[in-house]
Each structure stands twice: as structure tokens, then as C-alpha cells.
């Protein structure tokens, strides 16, 4: 999914995702999200995003993917140069020139497989892909936070006025 986005455009859907949580549980239009998408269980837009990418090298691992992207994205154990190219414990990441390539499917999976926690990878081997993407996004919403974390934060003094005092 976010292979075909911009930066840019994670901004945008990013925005309407979070004022479409606050319509939906008829909250003030500043209010914080994190605790309104816990409650309704729902993702970050970009935490969707990084779903993708996780669900992309799941694919990958279980090789459930077309032959082009299996031949294209190496793992660590069908590497040939797997001496050369592992460094400590971590896929080296293509050279690139350009900003731009960064968003390129090689560079994304290798990033998104180097970064991937250890919890999260040893799921790759032994859940499904939907067991995965349950596992993945039931953690991802039970870390956000239901409580503000700013020190004499404008909107919830606003929201709460006796809280403050
Ligand atoms: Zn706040």
C-alpha cells in the first residue's frame, strides 16, 4: 500500500484519517487521536502503512510472492555472497544516488526487514500472514498512548479545565 505513496501524501491521508476518528466519536476537532484509535482499535495511517511493508516481507519470507520480487529481494539464506553481504546480522542496503530511491521496493524491504524487532521477525517463520497482520496491528494499537503526554498541554486544559488545577 505505501509503496504507491508519496511522502507527501501520507501527510494528507495522515490528516483526514485523524479527522475522520474525531468526527466519528463526535470528538472536539483538536483533540489527540492515539486514544481515540485504541479505543476503536483502529491503526495510524502510517502505522498502516508500516503493516504493508511488514506484510510485504512476510510474503517475502514465505515466498508467497511472483518469482520476479523472490529473485529480486534476496534473503539472508538464499544470499549466494551471504558472508559478504551480511553485516552484522543486517542485509546490506543498496547503494543509491537519489533521495527518490528510497521508496523503491528493494531499498523499502531490505530497511523494512533490517529494522523489523526480533518479536516481529520470529512471527514471520511461525504465524500465518493473517496471524501476522492480527499479531502486528493488535500490538501496534495496544503501544499507543490513552493518555496525554504533554506537560500543560493546550487542548486537553481546554477539554478537561478542572484537571489542570
Ligand atoms: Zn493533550
Known amino acids: 500500500m505505501e509503496l504507491s505513496f508519496g511522502v507527501g501524501n501520507v501527510k494528507i491521508y495522515s490528516f483526514y484519517k485523524k479527522k475522520a476518528v474525531r468526527a466519528l466519536t463526535n470528538s472536539k476537532y483538536n483533540c489527540h487521536t492515539s486514544g481515540l484509535l485504541k479505543k476503536l482499535n483502529l491503526l495510524k495511517f502510517h502505522d498502516i502503512c508500516a503493516l504493508c511493508d511488514l506484510t510485504f516481507c512476510h510474503k517475502r519470507f514465505n515466498n508467497a510472492l511472483p518469482q520476479y520480487f523472490l529473485d ?3 534473503l539472508f539464506r538464499d544470499d549466494p555472497h551471504y558472508y559478504e553481504t551480511r553485516i552484522a546480522g543486517q542485509l546490506r542496503l543498496p547503494l543509491i544516488k537519489h533521495e527518490f530511491a528510497k ?5 523499502r524491504f531490505i530497511k523494512t526487514l533490517n529494522n ?5 521477525r520470529e512471527k514471520l517463520e ?4 493473517d496471524g501476522f497482520k492480527k499479531y502486528v496491528k493488535n500490538s ?3 503501544s499507543y498512548s490513552a493518555d496525554c503526554s504533554f506537560k500543560n498541554c493546550y487542548i486537553c486544559i ?3 479545565p478542572t484537571a489542570s488545577s
Open 116 to 120: 523489523m524487532s526480533m518479536t516481529y
Open 103 to 107: 521508496q523503491s521496493i528493494k531499498y
Open 140 to 142: 501496534t494499537v495496544a
Open 126 to 129: 511461525t504465524h500465518s500472514l
Open 158 to 160: 481546554n477539554v478537561h
Open 72 to 74: 529480486l529481494l534476496l
